[in-house]
Nanobody, 122 residues
Framework: VALVESGGGLVQAWVSLRLTCAASRRPISIYGMAWFRQAPGKEREFVAA????????YYADSVKGRFTISGDIVKNTVYLQMNSLQPEDTAVYYCAARKQGSYSDSNVYDYWGQGTQVTVSS
């Protein structure tokens, strides 16, 4: 599956953004999908995941209650709705797909997008 992210940008704190991950070649329903992020000088970290066929969603504690992951199988697209953004959310956000393994472990993801930059100013 090929993944392409979009929707990043420069925003002020407390506003919202929606990231989009468009998938091609394979249906997203057969994969566990996730968003990770990487800030400058930091390791890539788990943000949110949605299981195969969208049965379950999972979130990092730092974004729980503010971010929502969802999928549209018709459009073959995964979204990350980000509300109440904070400067600490500044990072490159990556979409990823896996067939198996722990949803929060970046090492089990087989496919990655190129990333989209999100910058939040205070």
């Amino acid at each position: 599956v090929a993944l392409v992210e979009s929707g990043g940008g420069l925003v002020q704190a407390w506003v919202s953004l929606r990231l989009t991950c468009a998938a091609s070649r394979r249906p997203i329903s057969i994969y566990g999908m996730a968003w990770f992020r990487q800030a400058p000088g930091k390791e890539r970290e788990f943000v949110a995941a949605i299981s195969q066929f969208g049965r379950n969603t999972y979130y990092a504690d730092s974004v729980k209650g503010r971010f929502t992951i969802s999928g549209d199988i018709v459009k073959n697209t995964v979204y990350l709705q980000m509300n109440s953004l904070q400067p600490e959310d500044t990072a490159v956000y990556y979409c990823a797909a896996r067939k198996q393994g722990s949803y929060s472990d970046s090492n089990v993801y087989d496919y990655w997008g190129q990333g989209t930059q999100v910058t939040v100013s205070s």
